[in-house]
């Protein structure tokens, strides 16, 4: 399978836990994206990654996100000090990306990780 | 900030009969991408439109990108209880650093019965 992949699919963890997340985008793929997702609505942005360049972050993203994608392959997004607030599906996505127009921005979507902050 | 909204937020209907959900904007989008998301999984793209009045035909569903590139349809022919689930619209920024980067929509959670 070529898609991208996410793991761990669900992840349950405690108030003031770190947890982190990994993303393996489609090969190829040079640009990933963060979002998160709460129950009804749609994903919302939180940052994303040119190659190994992180161009942008959300206001969302408070001091205690952090990700990174040290060799322009894969990412991981790390949560420290969890809150309830944090429960949710984060989702990854991938597209070339590089500026190769419209079409080639078109971005791919991983299964997510479930977080469950108790 | 880019803002879409996305109408209705619910929809349930009877199996064979015809739906339609919206997308409007004031912003500029350089594409607009539609996908469908069933519960606890990621969503899956079912068509990107790129240039202002493109239509595009997937068996059923029919897609709509606005002449200004600023809205979109999503059109369900004879809806069967297959397509039950998440439709989310997404705008991709036109320029600068968020160049590709996607604005969603709240969503349309459809219940097709049979």
């Known amino acids: 399978d070529t898609g991208v992949s996410q793991n761990p699919r669900h992840k349950i963890t405690k108030r003031g836990q770190n947890v982190t997340f990994r993303c393996d985008p489609i090969s190829e793929h040079n640009r990933l994206y963060w979002y998160r997702q709460t129950l009804g609505q749609g994903p919302e942005f939180l940052t994303y990654f040119q190659n190994e360049a992180q161009l942008e972050k959300s206001r969302l993203l408070s001091d205690r996100f952090s990700a990174e994608r040290p060799k322009g392959s894969f990412s991981t997004l790390e949560i420290q000090r969890t809150e309830q607030g944090d429960s949710a599906m984060y989702l990854c996505?991938?597209?070339?990306?590089?500026?190769?127009?419209?079409?080639?921005?078109?971005?791919?979507f991983g299964p997510g990780t479930r977080l469950l902050v108790l | 900030t880019q803002l879409l909204e996305q109408s209705p937020q619910f929809l349930s209907i009877q199996e064979g009969e015809n739906l339609t959900v919206y997308c409007n904007s004031s912003?500029?989008?350089?594409?607009l991408q539609w996908y469908r998301q069933e519960p606890g999984e990621g969503p899956v793209l079912l068509v990107t439109v790129v240039t202002g009045g493109e239509v595009k035909k997937l068996k059923r569903l029919t897609f709509q990108f606005g002449d200004a590139r600023k809205d979109s349809s999503l059109h369900i022919t004879a809806a069967q209880p297959g397509d039950t689930g998440l439709y989310l619209c997404?705008?991709?920024?036109?320029?600068?650093?968020?160049?590709?980067?996607?604005?969603f929509g709240q969503g349309t959670i459809l219940t097709v019965h049979p």
């Open positions: 912003s500029v989008f350089s594409s």
């Open positions: 996505a991938s597209s070339l990306g590089a500026f190769r127009g419209p079409r080639q921005e078109t971005q791919y």
């Open positions: 997404a705008g991709a920024t036109a320029g600068g650093t968020s160049y590709g980067k996607l604005t």
